[in-house]
């Protein structure tokens, strides 16, 4: 009997490309990858143990899942990603639910995991997380077959104080010019049009292979693959965004004018306390220096609220930071108390319910400065990206150079026929919060 695996993936787009990556070794084996967790006799959680909220996502989901035992034909449950390379063995004390785990630097082994944990094992597969991926491996696309996310590096070497990614993803490690450019080439020969370049730390990219930083080039050479029309860059680190980055981004056509460049405060008592680089002098200066070269840049970014000694005045400032700054796109996260990393150590911790509260002002500030920054773009004429047709409404639905996929706005097409997976010109007639709609151009 061929078992019937499927992939439940919790988390973010690095996350993502794991779970990728393992559908195709499990594929390459020989066994039935299925869609629906109900439908299969092998279910691979992969988790994310980043904030609390995450963990008891996926805490949950594994206990629902295995009910699957009871009710479906489940004969082994399979847990991987970042809870388990932080919580091995709080997860097989407490969780008898799980028949094996493997950790983020051992998903390779996957195929040796299933065979084991059906042979009534328990295997644990959690080692150092050292592994880099490469273009050789085999990888299943879960996204739309016109995009794809591309990993430069993995682990992290800044050691912000809040942060858990060094502990569950190891130390930054760059994955080669030449790895990358044939995994891109293998990509766009199945038709992915947009390349979307995702690290913990993108701007990094090449200083622990390379002399200096090497993201620049690396846009240059991914943008030159025939066939890729977008390459996106996520995750930049304020602290390494060069000049030389700047230019490259003003001045090739095919490099999205979007930049994802997770701050996360304004304020610099609060960044030292985070040991985040610079200050908001810095900050300034930089988005200063962004905007100037690239006029029509749209910028995300993520703030996290209630950090230990946040006062009433720093979360002033902060949303004054916010209005003035007038960022196309924000995420804010209410600060997680996360063990072993050095802020839990931190004094004056804040009560869970004023960190929600300035959580959801500042969002409710940044849905005004949406609405306004959505106004601009009415009367334009903009490239999109058309993703599939909802028949009920009898329109198109794509995304602009200015949207990520699955974290931003849409664009709502109507009055003309448009391919999905292709570029198609539009006419913007309305705007919304986050979203835009208009008219094709033939």
Known sequence: MIEKVSVVTLGCEKNLVDSEIMSGLIHQRGFSLVEKPEDATVVIVNTCGFIDAAKEESVNTILNLAELKESARLKALIVSGCLTQRYKKELMDEMPEIDGIVGTG????????????????????VGNPVFNYEEAMPRLLSTAKHTAYVKIAEGCDNACTFCSIPIMRGKFRSRSVESI??????????????????????????????????????????????????????????????????????SNPKVCNYIDMPLQHSEDSILKRMRRPGRQRDVRELIGKIRSRIPEVALRTSMIVGFPGETEEDFEKLCEFVREMKFDRLGVFAYSQEEDTPANRLPDHLPDEVKQFRANTLMEIQREVAKENAAKYVGRTIDVLVERYDGRSDVYIGRSQYDAPEVDGEVFITNCPVQIGEMSRVRITHAYEYDLSGEGIA
Not at 115 to 122: I, S
Not at 217 to 233: F, K, M
Request: hydrophobic share 40%.
């Open 106 to 125: 051992d998903f390779h082994r996957i195929n040796d995991i299933i065979d084991e944990a059906l042979g009534g094992r328990k295997p644990v597969y």
């Open 181 to 250: 450019l044939a995994e891109v080439k293998n990509l766009a020969d199945q038709g992915v049009k947009e390349i979307s370049l995702i690290a913990q730390d993108s701007t990094n990219y090449g200083t622990d292979l390379y002399e200096g930083f090497k993201l620049p080039e690396l846009l240059e050479r991914v943008s030159e693959v025939p066939g890729i029309e977008w390459v996106r860059l996520h995750y930049a680190y304020p602290g390494f965004f060069t000049d030389e980055l700047i230019e490259t981004i003003a």
